[in-house]
């Protein structure tokens, strides 16, 4: 009887284990099921919500860019207590003299930078047209002694620059035209500059092609200068009007350095 009970006892608590096993395994199942559901449902969620923020990201970014690009920085100004419109008045004279007209309705915004000091803080000068910023960077080189301009970028295309500034060097060395745009590095062969100088040139022409035509067309044999007529290229205005091209703010040139 006790060997019958013990039999019974060992089948029965098998039994208990078995339902045990697969209640256990179901219950883990459609909670992993579950958790699985919850999960890439977190996951999509996630992933849109770094899309979207990398959507706003690039337009804050565009807009930084947009609110700056008729901005130029002047370093070496000195204080003096100047009030907004001494500041216009003096930033005009020397924009002037420099060789850039200038009308103080062409100012429309201009303000210093940083806490008071000892030395002179940056001047932040908003123009209200982008050419007459560019032309101003033209004529920077005319500038007063101990007064200088940059473009006005943003702190992280600043630093992306001071990294990109040893790789200018490194290609300048190669024999490369290398330079910063915004926060790019642009590296030229010599040879491929001339090409696109050329065909700026053929395409600020308007009558190159007809030109060239009828000189092609002319009787053979027939000397070109009986005829009065050369073939000219008119000269592009692009090639008279700089795109401001500036380093970052913490490249300042050796023998303009603020003291």
Known sequence: MDKNMEILWSKLEDKLNQQTLIITNTVTINVTEVLNEKLESL???????????????????????????????????????????????????????????????????????????????????????????????????????????????????????????????????????????????VVKKPYEVGREKRKRDQSGSPNWSSQKKSNTNKIPGRNPSNTGSKEIIKPNILNYIARGRSSSLSEIPKNQELT
């Open 43 to 185: 996951t999509e969620e996630n992933k849109n919500l770094k899309l979207k923020i990398s959507e706003l990201e690039q337009k804050l970014q565009y807009l930084d860019k947009d609110k700056r690009k008729n901005n130029l920085v002047f370093f070496g100004v000195e204080e003096n207590g100047k009030r907004e419109i001494d500041l216009v008045e003096y930033i005009k004279k020397i924009i002037v003299e420099a060789g850039t007209p200038l009308d103080c309705q062409e100012v429309s915004n201009i303000y210093r930078i940083g806490a008071s000091s000892t030395k002179s803080r940056p001047i932040i000068v908003t123009f209200t047209t982008t050419w007459k910023k560019n032309l101003i960077l033209k004529n920077k080189p005319n500038l007063p002694q101990g007064i200088y301009v940059k473009e006005d970028y943003s702190k992280s295309v600043l630093e992306t620059r001071k990294q990109l500034q040893p790789k200018v060097e490194e290609e300048r060395k190669k024999g490369n035209i290398a330079y910063l745009k915004h926060d790019k590095l």
